[in-house]
Each structure stands twice: as structure tokens, then as C-alpha cells.
């Protein structure tokens, strides 16, 4: 592995890089650096510096208490979401995916073409027929209206599918079929082993997906109480412009700030299982 | 009590509105057109409270929360389950979705004026004639009171109003030794003093609001929209509107109100820092300036709005909403009796000390409320201006049918005068255009 | 255990392209996992078996998607007036769409966009894969994951912040303009308006893009670049030689999901419609349109006539990126 460490470091290639790295950065370093501000001081000073007291714990306490500590069960419930959605789509990406790469069967070229010609219909149109369907059957307002639809995943459908295709010799399930291993079991136990990287790389980008899932939401749900976190901070923004409603832009953003860190540190801690998962094991080699 | 505004919906990837999709779904929803009012005495709305239930509620008033609370206290079998489904027309989305679905229908909806027809005709709302709701003439001051009838026939209970007035910030005012404008040629006056002694100064910002365009032509007089029925007529180019776009052109031309959209985080900063130092608008405003604008404390002052004649007294509704019972809610009567307590008597003054400006003529015309001082305010006593506002709303005036729709497209056109060459008499023009072919799609007959 | 992923996306049988069905687009080829007579074993085998596996993923799919889907064409048939009721009309719907030049405009916008956002979003996605998989770089994993940290916060959040920086008034062009006395243009109006909207999306999605090709570098053997050097090649020569055409197969795939996505473009726009209600109009893009046709219009038919033509419109589009993207490679 590894001519590459042996290659020299090249400090102008750094400083352009780096300039990549600013432009990545910056916004994220003004959410921080607002999210220390009080929601008096967040309107007349520098939005670039720190100005006034630092108020980011206060924020922090006011947000996770701020009407009954609201946003806890928002928190909460996007956990349900992602757990349940995210977990569902990524164990149907790997079913699907592992079929498509190893099994011939009939109507298998028609599925990739059908999800990727399905997926090109905007959603924005196919919320209302989807919202009558699943209030005649009882769904909307119930966390099921948004897990159901997060099942599905068609770019984790694909990774999966070139994963595995490349992950699992042929022969190791011929030899388990030998071996008289039933299919289930050779996915099982054969398989999913292999599958490691590439599940976890999925459940993150489907994990994303749920954590960031907002315009389903908010047609499928009235009920705050079932909000997931970007409605929810959504709904405090919108409040400003009410009467008699609080303007918290504050807590917006420290709303905001403890909505994305999860996420980061999931992919700082999971950082060796994705990149593996995605690089499928070339730097192996 | 929301402001009448597209704008506050910023941040939200929906910048839906009302989706009054309940005709076009009817058919795969349930039945919502039956014919019959029902009559139902207040006998038998207290029956209904004193039996008790559940009531699913849907508003986004901030004050109902204590209303509710005393309601429970005094009535105890009584549950209410007060449900925030959404701001303005987030919630009408929501709504019309519900009753298209035809379940998940909350008992009782906050609707704003303006979408209060747009529901009405589509057969959503209780007829309230049947409750009696006709001998409260008089409870409500008269500008909600007509915004809740649609072709005769009571829809909702005004839940509060808002009657324009002139927010100032004295301050800035001082400095530059302007004087407070009674007349709107007044306040062009001001705008360029303003503009000239500070060029970071701006009399007022506006990038175009349907809500507000509206109210100025109904406080000028204009009566653009004029419904019987299915029959509509429109006309935005009548006396009132060529006066309102006539004098809003100029502020507009000569670059003197700034291009901040209303209830962003720029415009809060603005009340604040006096880069904006008026608003001509809705009588809810003190509470939102309190919390929005805290670091403002004691700069701002309440006026009359200014006038197109010298010593009127004319103004307009700006925003505010009603309550209204869903068809498909389950429990009429007992939706009603909690209905008339929010909006009268106990409720509507226990919303009034939690900072709601009342539509209930007892409330504004009580010493207690009108002499209130404001320290916000510099101790003014603000309520004065604005109930004294709230008896001067110009009658007579009518929204759309489809006005959720036509609001939804004003910056589409009308817009186009904030950022290119077009007047805004043309862009009023092509609203007008456009609201018609709209209006004609829809089967209206229209002009 | 090598395992190359994104090297053979495009290596597909040749058959399925003259079938001319959208299968092209299928990722690996099932003979490159074993000794051709293998394979030929697995096809022989051909039956219902996958089913069960694809077929809870198939399921749920056509609940969510292909149910909704039929249910708009039907509408699409339709029309519903507030007075009058609901009444078949055909075609017309769609007759309609072809001379409405409101969706026409809108369409020419994302167009717009497509032509020169998202080239210019997947070409720095891959030069900082190039350079992060070039091994020249100090900090190389920080500069990976800090790249990528965008595509983890919500595009409503996202679009706020970038809102706010893009004030004129009190944002940071605000504040530039303020500091120097410069007059740098408005990001929120008309003239500036779609780039600033390429901006942000080229934020939430450069470090996405970059991974999926750097992924791909990365299971390129490290032996090919020793060998190409032996031979006296340069850095460019090996990446134009070796390091582009192995992972043609990911940039094929990513340019497929970005036209997809330019199409569907809704949130960053109509969250800063409240920023700059004039020069963002209800018919910004085609999504836009199609939603406010149906939430605010209570058009549904005609704005499910809306979205079939331009899903119809996305697979032809894609499905021509995806030809020439194959074109290229035989003529290699």
C-alpha cells in the first residue's frame, strides 16, 4: 500500500486545497459562531465574530427547554425516523442490491430502470396523491407516514448493488450452496460479513437523507408532537412573524448547530467504516 | 394572529398556501357539501360543554394557551387538544388537505380573514347562523365583524384585528427634526428628509407584501374585488388603488424604502438599528416589536396612519384572524362553546392581557385597556391610537374567493415594480390579469 | 481481496444498449465476479429467487412511488374546477404544458443551471479528489471530512445561513461592502440571483461528489501509477491516462443524480423567496411551479400534467448524458 506515503508532501497543492476547505467551512463557522450570541446581540454585530457575552450555553439550556423542552422530543423523534427509516432503507438496499448483483432473475433489468425513471417525477407534485393514500388508510399524522416513504433508497439501491457485486465472489456462494446452504442463510452468514463497509456506508447516506427529511414531514404531519428536528426549528423561525409569538432567532441557530453536530460526529466516528465501505477495499490491496 | 404576509414563511421549503384543493379532491375525499345548516341553541351548546369531549384545535395564536387553560378550569369534562398545525398558510395547506382527505379534520381552525371566503365557498365551514351567531352583532368591532360574513352568511368569530397604524421611531425622527406625518404626502416628505440627512436611513422597507398593497387601496377607498357569489369583479386600477399606486411609486422610484423583506432577520435588525423608521401596519404589532425588538426599548412611538385627506380618520384592517368550525369536525356545539368563549367575554379578555389586540368592541373601549401604558412605548398610551384606529376602518370592503391563490402571485407580478422598470400600476395590471384567468379556470365568472 | 467498485460502473453488456432500455445505467457487471463459466452457471440458473431478495425493497417502492405516481397520471386526465366540478378532459392538460410559457421559462432556468452549475460543482469535486487521492497533501483526512461535513446539514438550514450572508444590508456583503466602500452586486437580486442558488448547492454537494470519486481513485491499484512512472509519465499524464477514464463510471453515475437533482431544484429557492419574493417567482423552477399549481391553485391535474412532462423531460435527458457518456468510452 503504499507508494502513496512515500510520495512528498506538496505544500502548494495544501494552500489550493485549503481554499476548498475555507469555502466548506465558513458558513459552518458562522452558525458557531452565532449560535454564542443572544438574540439581541445577533442583530447588531459582525456576523463573521464574537460579540457580546458568550452566550452559547445559555442558548443551548434555552433551546432544550424552551417551550416544555419541545425540542428534545423533536430530537427524539428524528432518532425514531432515522433508526427505523434509515435502518429499513438500508437493510432493503442491501437485500435488493445483493440480488441484483448476484442473482439473475426475470425483470431484473426493468427495476433499476424503473426506480431511476421514478425517482426523475418531482415529489412535489406526488405529495398530495401520496398524502390522500395514506389518509385512507390511516397513516398520516403517525410517525409510519414518514418512516414508510424513507424505506427507500434508490442511490444506497445502487451502491449496494455495485458493492456487492464486487464484494462477494462468485464462488464463495456457490461453494455455500455446495455446502447445502439454504440462500437465506448463505446471505446471512456468507454475505453480510463481506457487506460490512457498504451497509455502513449506506445506513449513513440514508441516515442523512431521514435526519435532513423535511418536505414529507410537513405534509404528512400536523402534529408538533411528532415533529422531527428540521420541522421543528422550522416552525420557532416561522414564529417570529406571528404576533405575540417570541422572535427566537437565537435558538433557532443553536437549534440548528445541535441538529447537525450528531451527524457530523457520526461520520467523524464511523469515518474508517465509510470510507472503506466506499473505496471497497481497493487501498487494500 | 398572524401577519397577512407570504413573507414570514421564510425558511420553509413549503412556501405553500392554501391548497383550497377541497373541491378538486372532494371526489376522493368524503362528502363535505351537505346543504343543511344545522340550528343548534345555546341550550344545547351548553349542554354540549357541560357533557364535555375532546376538541382538536388548530391555531397558531400564542395567547389561546391561557385560554384554554381557564377554559378547562371552568369547564372540566371539557379536553382541549390545541394543536400549532402550521402558520397562515402552512396551515391551510394542512387544512384543506384534511378535509380533501376527509379525516384528520381538526373541530376548530384559525383562519385569517382574507382566507376566510376562499374556505367559506368551498363549503368547509359551519354556516354559524344556526348557533345564533347573528345576535352578537355588536359584540365585535365592526372591520372583523364584516370580514367574518361571506355573501350574508357567518362563517367564524373574529378572534382579534388589526387596524393600521403609524409605528415610528422617535429617535431617528428626532435627530433629523422630522415631524410626524398626518398625510401621506406628509410622509413622502419625510422619506426623502430622511433618505437625505441619513442615506443608510429609510422611512419604511417594502419588497412588495400583498397583504399590505391590499390594505393601503381599502384604506384609500379602492374596492378592487367585488363578489356576489360566483360573480366577480376586479378591478385594480379603481380610484383607490391608482391613488395608492401612485403615491407608493414614488418611495419606490426614488429608491426611498429599503429592500428588506418584512420578518427576516434584516428587517428585525432594522427596527432595531433605525435603518427602518416606519411601519404602517397592523395593530398587533406592539407585541411583536416588545420581543423582536427588544434592544428598541423606548425609541418607538404609536401614531395615527397618515391620511390622504388632511384630518380624516381612515384606516384598514391589516392581517388578524377568525375561528371557524370545520364541517367535518366531529362536535359542532361543543366546538361553538368553546369558540365563543376564546373570542368574547372571558376568553377574549384573558388573550387581551396576554398582549392580543381584541376585536370585541368591550374589550378596546375599556379604560383598563385603553390607558394602559407602554414602557416599550416611552409610557405612551398606544392602545388610545390604535382603538381609536379600530373605529375608523373604511367599510365595504371584499376579498377574493380565491385570495390565498391571487396573494400567492402578487410578486410574481406586482413584484416586478420593486425590481425592474415596470410600474406599479402595471404590475397591479397584470395581478388584475392574471387573477382573472385564474378566477375564469376556476368557473367564476369574472368581469 | 480486490474489490473495485466504481471501475467497471460502466463496463456493461453491450446487448443492453441496443435494447436501448434504461438498464444501461446498471452498475456492475455480473460476469466480472467470478470465472466466466460461473457466470454462465448463475444465468442458466435464471428464476424467481432474487425476487425475494429485491422484492421487499420493489414492495415498498411501488407503495411510495409507482402507487403515487399512477394516481397523478390518472389526475393528470382530469380537470377540477372550484365551480363546476371535475370533468375528463384527455389531453389537454398536456397540451396545455407544451404552450405554457410559464413552465417553459422555468424549465429554460434549470437548464441554465445545469449547464453551468453543475459542471462546475462536479469539476472542484474532482479536483479535490485528484488532489486528496494524490497523496500530496498535508492533513489529508481532515481535508476529506471537512469537505464533506456540507452535505450533513439540512438544506433548510443550509440555505438559511447562506441567506443571511448573502445580505446586502447587514450580511457579509453588507459588512465587505461597508468595510472597503466597495459596491459589490447584490446576491439577492435579479441579475445574480440563480448563481447565488449554484452557490449554495455547490456547498451542500461539492464534498458529496468528491467522495464518490474519490472513492473511485482509490481502488485504482497503486501499481498502475508506479508502472505509468517507470515509463516516465507525469502526474497529468497518469491522472488524463489512468486515473479519469477508470472512473468514468462514477462521474456517469454522479452527473445522472446531479441532472436529476438540478431538475427537482426546490428548497434552496423557495427558501430564499422570502428574501427576494420579486426575482423568485412561483414558476422559479418547474418544481416550484408544479407545487404552487397544486398548494396554492388547487390546480392538481394540471400540475400532475406538469410533473410527468418533466420526468419525461429528466429521463431523456439523462438518458442522452448517459449515452454519450458510453459513446466515449468505446471510442477509448
Not at chain 2, 196 to 201: L, V
Not at chain 2, 375 to 383: L, M, S
Request: overall charge neutral.
Amino acid at each position: 500500500m503504499t507508494t502513496a506515503r512515500a510520495r512528498k508532501r506538496s505544500t502548494l497543492l495544501t494552500a489550493l486545497t485549503a481554499i476548498m476547505l475555507v469555502y466548506s467551512l465558513v458558513p459552518l463557522v458562522w452558525l458557531f459562531i452565532n449560535s454564542t450570541k443572544s438574540q439581541a446581540s445577533l442583530f447588531d454585530s459582525f456576523g463573521l465574530w464574537f460579540s457580546g457575552d458568550f452566550s452559547l450555553f445559555s442558548n443551548i439550556r434555552d433551546t432544550l427547554t424552551y417551550d416544555d423542552g419541545v425540542f428534545v422530543r423533536w430530537l427524539l423523534n428524528t432518532l425514531l425516523y432515522v433508526v427505523l427509516g434509515a435502518g429499513g432503507a438500508t437493510a432493503l438496499a442491501t437485500l435488493g442490491g445483493y440480488a441484483l448483483a448476484k442473482y439473475d432473475f426475470f425483470g431484473k433489468r426493468a427495476v433499476f430502470a424503473v426506480v431511476i425513471g421514478a425517482v426523475a417525477v418531482p415529489t412535489t407534485a406526488l405529495a398530495v396523491p401520496t398524502f390522500l393514500m395514506f389518509s385512507k388508510l390511516g397513516l398520516t399524522n403517525t410517525p409510519w407516514a414518514v418512516i414508510i416513504p424513507s424505506l427507500i433508497s434508490p442511490f444506497g439501491l445502487y451502491l449496494m448493488w455495485t458493492f456487492a457485486a464486487e464484494a462477494i465472489p462468485g464462488e464463495l456462494i456457490e461453494a455455500a450452496r455446495v455446502d447445502g446452504a439454504g440462500e437465506l442463510r448463505t446471505f446471512l452468514k456468507v454475505c453480510v460479513p463481506l457487506l460490512a463497509p457498504g451497509i455502513v456506508t449506506v445506513s449513513l447516506f440514508t441516515m442523512v437523507a431521514t435526519w435532513n427529511n423535511y418536505f414529507l414531514p410537513l405534509i404528512m404531519l400536523k402534529d408538533p408532537d411528532w415533529y422531527p428536528l428540521t420541522l421543528g426549528l422550522n416552525s420557532w423561525n416561522d414564529q417570529a412573524a406571528t404576533s405575540g409569538g417570541q422572535a427566537v432567532f437565537n435558538l433557532v441557530i443553536t437549534g440548528s448547530l445541535l441538529t447537525i453536530l450528531p451527524l457530523l460526529a457520526a461520520f467523524l466516528l464511523l469515518q474508517r467504516y465509510w470510507q472503506s465501505g466506499l473505496a471497497a477495499g481497493g487501498v487494500k490491496d | 394572529m398572524t401577519i397577512n404576509r407570504r413573507a414570514f414563511l421564510r425558511g420553509t421549503a413549503a412556501l405553500g398556501t392554501a391548497a383550497a384543493a377541497a373541491a378538486a379532491l372532494a371526489a376522493c375525499g368524503s362528502d363535505d357539501d351537505s346543504g343543511d345548516n344545522p340550528t343548534v341553541s345555546a341550550n344545547d351548546v351548553d349542554a354540549a360543554l357541560a357533557a364535555g369531549g375532546t376538541l382538536t384545535v388548530w391555531a397558531w395564536e400564542t395567547t389561546l394557551k391561557q385560554v384554554v387553560t381557564a377554559f378547562q378550569a371552568k369547564y372540566p369534562k371539557v379536553t382541549v387538544n390545541l394543536v400549532n398545525a402550521g402558520t397562515g398558510d402552512k396551515q391551510y395547506t394542512a387544512l384543506q388537505n384534511a378535509i380533501s382527505a376527509g379525516s384528520g379534520v381538526p373541530d376548530l381552525a384559525q383562519i385569517e380573514y382574507y382566507a376566510l371566503p376562499q374556505f367559506a365557498l368551498g363549503k368547509s365551514l359551519v354556516d354559524l347562523s344556526g348557533f345564533g351567531a347573528n345576535s352578537l352583532d355588536g359584540t365585535f368591532t365592526p372591520g372583523p365583524w364584516a370580514s367574518v360574513k361571506s355573501g350574508g352568511v357567518t362563517y367564524g368569530l373574529p378572534m382579534d384585528s388589526g387596524p393600521m397604524a403609524l409605528f415610528y421611531n422617535k429617535e431617528v425622527f428626532d435627530k433629523h427634526g422630522i415631524a410626524v406625518p398626518a398625510t401621506w404626502d406628509e410622509y413622502v416628505a419625510a422619506a426623502k428628509k430622511l433618505h437625505a440627512a441619513d442615506p443608510k436611513a429609510y422611512i419604511t422597507s417594502d419588497t412588495g407584501d400583498a397583504g399590505f398593497t391590499t390594505s393601503m387601496i381599502w384604506q384609500a377607498g379602492g374596492k378592487p374585488f367585488q363578489v356576489d357569489g360566483t360573480n366577480v369583479k376586479i378591478n385594480l386600477a379603481d380610484d383607490g388603488s391608482t391613488k395608492f399606486a401612485n403615491l407608493w411609486q414614488q418611495l419606490v422610484t426614488d429608491k426611498l424604502v429599503a429592500p428588506i423583506s418584512g420578518w427576516s432577520d434584516a428587517w428585525y435588525k432594522g427596527l432595531g438599528d433605525g435603518t427602518i423608521a416606519t411601519l404602517v401596519i397592523g395593530a398587533w404589532m406592539p407585541a411583536n416589536l416588545e420581543s423582536g425588538v427588544a434592544a428598541a426599548k423606548g425609541k418607538w412611538r404609536v401614531a395615527p396612519m397618515p391620511q390622504w385627506t388632511a384630518g380624516g380618520a381612515a384606516t384598514a384592517e391589516n392581517g388578524g384572524s377568525s375561528l371557524a368550525i370545520p364541517k367535518l369536525g366531529k362536535n359542532n356545539a361543543l366546538a361553538y362553546g368553546f369558540m365563543k368563549y376564546a373570542t368574547t367575554g372571558e376568553g377574549a379578555q384573558i388573550r387581551v392581557d396576554n398582549g392580543a389586540f381584541p376585536a370585541t368592541t368591550e374589550q378596546v373601549n375599556a379604560d383598563a385597556f385603553k390607558n394602559k401604558e407602554f414602557p416599550y412605548f416611552g409610557g405612551q398610551k398606544v392602545n388610545e391610537v390604535l382603538a381609536q384606529a379600530a373605529s375608523g376602518v373604511v367599510t365595504g370592503w371584499s376579498y377574493l374567493p380565491f385570495q390565498v391563490y391571487a396573494n400567492s402571485i402578487f410578486n410574481d407580478t406586482v413584484g416586478k415594480a420593486y425590481v425592474s422598470n415596470t410600474t406599479l400600476a402595471d404590475g397591479l395590471k397584470a395581478w388584475q390579469d392574471a387573477s382573472v384567468k385564474y378566477g375564469k379556470e376556476q368557473g367564476f365568472t369574472v368581469n | 481481496m480486490a474489490r473495485y467498485v466504481y471501475v467497471n460502473i460502466a463496463i456493461l453488456p453491450a446487448k443492453s444498449e441496443k435494447e436501448g432500455d434504461m438498464a444501461v445505467l446498471a452498475p456492475p457487471a455480473i460476469q466480472r465476479s467470478g470465472p466466466p463459466g460461473r457466470s454462465g452457471a448463475a444465468r442458466r440458473r435464471r428464476s424467481w429467487t432474487g425476487w425475494a431478495f429485491v422484492g421487499p425493497f420493489m414492495a415498498v417502492f411501488a407503495f411510495v412511488f409507482l402507487a403515487p405516481i399512477g394516481y397523478a397520471i390518472y389526475l393528470s386526465f382530469f380537470r377540477t374546477k372550484l365551480i363546476g366540478g371535475t370533468s375528463f378532459v384527455g389531453l389537454e392538460n398536456y397540451q396545455n404544458v407544451f404552450t405554457d410559457s410559464q413552465f417553459w421559462s422555468s424549465f429554460g432556468r434549470v437548464a441554465l443551471f445545469l449547464c453551468v452549475q453543475v459542471p462546475i460543482m462536479l469539476f472542484l469535486a474532482l479536483l479535490a479528489a485528484l488532489a486528496i487521492d494524490s497523496g500530496r497533501l498535508y492533513g489529508k483526512s481532515f481535508f476529506r471530512v471537512t469537505i464533506f461535513m456540507p452535505y450533513a446539514v439540512p438544506a433548510v438550514v443550509a440555505t438559511l445561513m447562506w441567506g443571511f450572508m448573502y445580505g446586502p444590508q447587514f450580511g457579509l456583503i453588507g459588512n465587505i461592502n461597508d468595510a472597503f466602500g466597495w459596491s459589490l452586486p447584490n446576491p439577492l437580486g435579479p441579475g445574480w440571483l440563480l448563481a447565488s442558488i449554484g452557490n449554495i448547492v455547490t456547498w451542500e454537494f461539492v464534498g458529496y461528489n468528491m467522495l464518490i470519486f474519490y472513492s473511485a481513485l482509490q481502488v485504482i491499484p497503486r501499481t498502475l501509477y508506479e508502472a505509468a512512472e517507470l515509463d516516465g509519465a507525469g502526474q497529468v499524464r497518469i491522472i488524463r491516462s489512468i486515473k479519469l477514464p477508470a472512473i468514468r463510471g462514477a462521474l456517469l453515475i454522479a452527473t445522472i443524480f446531479s441532472i436529476i437533482g438540478t431538475f427537482q431544484l426546490f428548497n434552496e429557492p423557495a427558501i430564499l423567496k422570502s428574501l427576494a419574493p420579486n426575482v423568485i417567482t412561483t414558476y422559479y423552477t418547474p418544481n416550484m411551479y408544479a407545487y404552487s399549481l397544486s398548494f396554492a391553485g388547487q390546480q392538481f391535474n394540471y400540475s400532475a400534467a406538469v410533473a410527468i412532462v418533466m420526468a419525461l423531460l429528466t429521463a431523456i435527458v439523462a438518458y442522452a448524458v448517459q449515452l454519450r457518456g458510453l459513446r466515449k468510452e468505446r471510442v477509448q
